[in-house]
């Protein structure tokens, strides 16, 4: 079957930087997607990877490893409202997304 | 551009009643999918509608169904509604390309609640 895993919850201290870690079996990948939803409000589009390596864009960074089936969102000088759920979705060989059940992220000042 | 609108943003239903969501994409987009969502559960794909037809579908049963119209707008309907089915049903669009990756765009959301 096809199966995302995120850790279902971190914290951490306003200012620093936090990673969120993705792994994905899916059948076949054609990207991979992060979306950053607040509570109560609609997934928004946060990052695209589609080949190995990082992507830097502003404060968010999103890292990819095709061969390990592995990504990460790197969230520098944390603010408080980027406390919010980070979803991890994969497009697989169909070009359906396949979606992870999202990581809480809880910022303490 | 409006942005992806769902509504009713609110509903409260009882059991064995139906229900209609609709969803009005970003004015170019033709496809939409509407995806159930819980906690813990994240995001469970129910299907996708492009140009009027059904693309893809997910792992729900029949009392799941779906249409698209003419101008892309989309609704969900579920009827003999369960306890369990009580969730916040989002939509997203985007702009239909047959095989390519595409960024989804997301409503607001209905959230319902089925007592």
């Known amino acids: 079957g096809q199966n995302i895993d995120q850790p279902t919850e971190m914290t951490a201290t306003e200012g620093a930087i936090v990673q969120i870690n993705c792994t994905y079996q899916?059948?076949?990948?054609?990207?991979l997607f992060w979306y950053q939803q607040h509570a109560g409000e609609a997934p928004t589009f946060l990052s695209y990877n589609v080949l190995d390596g990082l992507e830097e864009k502003g404060r968010f960074s999103s890292f990819l490893s095709r061969s390990k089936g592995y990504s990460y969102l790197l969230l520098k000088e944390l603010q408080m409202k980027d406390s919010a759920s980070y979803l991890c979705?994969?497009?697989?060989?169909?070009?359906?997304?396949?979606w992870g059940a999202g990581t809480k992220l809880i910022i303490k000042p | 551009k409006a942005g992806v609108t769902q509504t009713p943003r609110y509903l409260i239903k009882t059991r064995g009643q139906q229900v209609t969501l609709s969803c009005s994409p970003i004015s170019g987009h033709r496809s939409v999918s509407w995806y159930q969502q819980t906690p813990g559960q994240g995001l469970q794909f129910l299907f996708e509608?492009?140009?009027?037809?059904?693309?893809n579908k997910g792992n729900f049963p029949g009392r799941f169904s779906g249409r698209q119209f003419s101008n892309s707008r989309s609704e969900m309907n579920v009827s003999t509604l369960e306890l369990g089915d009580s969730a916040l049903y989002l939509c997203?669009?985007?702009?239909?390309?047959?095989?390519?990756?595409?960024?989804?765009?997301f409503g607001p959301g209905t959230r319902l609640l089925v007592l």
């Open positions: 509608y492009f140009s009027e037809t059904q693309r």
């Open positions: 899916t059948s076949g990948f054609n990207g």
């Open positions: 979705a994969v497009t697989d060989s169909n070009y359906q997304l396949i």
């Open positions: 997203a669009s985007s702009l239909g390309t047959s095989g390519k990756r595409e960024t989804q765009y």
